[in-house]
T-cell receptor
Framework: EAGVVQSPRYKIIEKKQPVAFWCNPI?????LYWYRQNLGQGPELLIR????????DSQLPKDRFSAERLKGVDSTLKIQPAELGDSAVYLC????????????FGPGTRLLVL | GQQVMQIPQYQHVQEGEDFTTYCNSS?????IQWYKQRPGGHPVFLIQ?????EVKKQKRLTFQFGEAKKNSSLHITATQTTDVGTYFC???????????FGTGTQLKVEL
């Protein structure tokens, strides 16, 4: 069974540029999470989807961040414009309906904003 | 908001020594999970504890959930170089379903 897939794995951009990250969860997992992990810290939830509905986006900086999961499968997280402080690893995770509390993480996208 | 702290932040041990990391939440938890993240890797789920006072073992790893469901610990017996990484606890506050990660403990094991 394939795990959570994320792309790209690495991204270097200049500040004020836009950037997008893509995530494909484990097949059949209805819940999808986006986390941000700063260096030396634990992951922090940005947004959680149940199917195509964003059920918790309270931690998403809505002035520059947006996310979508139009068909309830894969998802895209966008930052526009990026700031220096956005440099971090962006992790996607998914969980199944029958085991909501076990989250499986993807490899992450390491973003560096110059 | 909910805060989850872990101590120590870093731990260097010699191979064969024991290791313990402690996790404390500012609020009562409905469950606690533990994850391991290797350097450059992503968090990997280890275990979940749900019951007050629960103890679970996985080979050399022993996990405990406090009686008050506000703290937890992970103990590794006779560490090996393969144990290197950062160990995170993560808890869900009672009544909610948001997982809040702790600050992590970075373990280094030297030969």
């Amino acid at each position: 069974e394939a795990g959570v897939v994320q792309s790209p794995r690495y991204k270097i951009i200049e500040k004020k540029q836009p950037v997008a990250f893509w995530c494909n969860p484990i097949s059949g997992h209805n819940t999808l999470y986006w986390y941000r992990q700063n260096l030396g810290q634990g992951p922090e939830l940005l947004i959680r989807y149940e199917n195509e509905e964003a059920v918790d986006d309270s931690q998403l900086p809505k002035d520059r961040f947006s996310a979508e999961r139009l068909k309830g499968v894969d998802s895209t997280l966008k930052i526009q414009p990026a700031e220096l402080g956005d440099s971090a690893v962006y992790l996607c995770a998914s969980s199944s309906r029958t085991d909501q509390e076990t989250q499986y993480f993807g490899p992450g996208t390491r973003l560096l904003v110059l | 908001g909910q805060q989850v702290m872990q101590i120590p932040q870093y731990q260097h041990v010699q191979e064969g020594e024991d290791f313990t990391t402690y996790c404390n939440s500012s609020t009562t938890l409905s469950n606690i999970q533990w994850y391991k993240q290797r350097p450059g890797g992503h968090p990997v789920f280890l275990i979940q504890l749900v019951k007050s006072g629960e103890v679970k073992k996985q080979k050399r790893l022993t996990f405990q959930f406090g009686e008050a469901k506000k703290n937890s610990s992970l103990h590794i017996t006779a560490t090996q170089t393969t144990d290197v990484g950062t160990y995170f606890c993560a808890g869900i506050a009672g009544g909610g379903n948001k997982l809040t990660f702790g600050t992590g403990t970075q373990l280094k094991v030297e030969l």
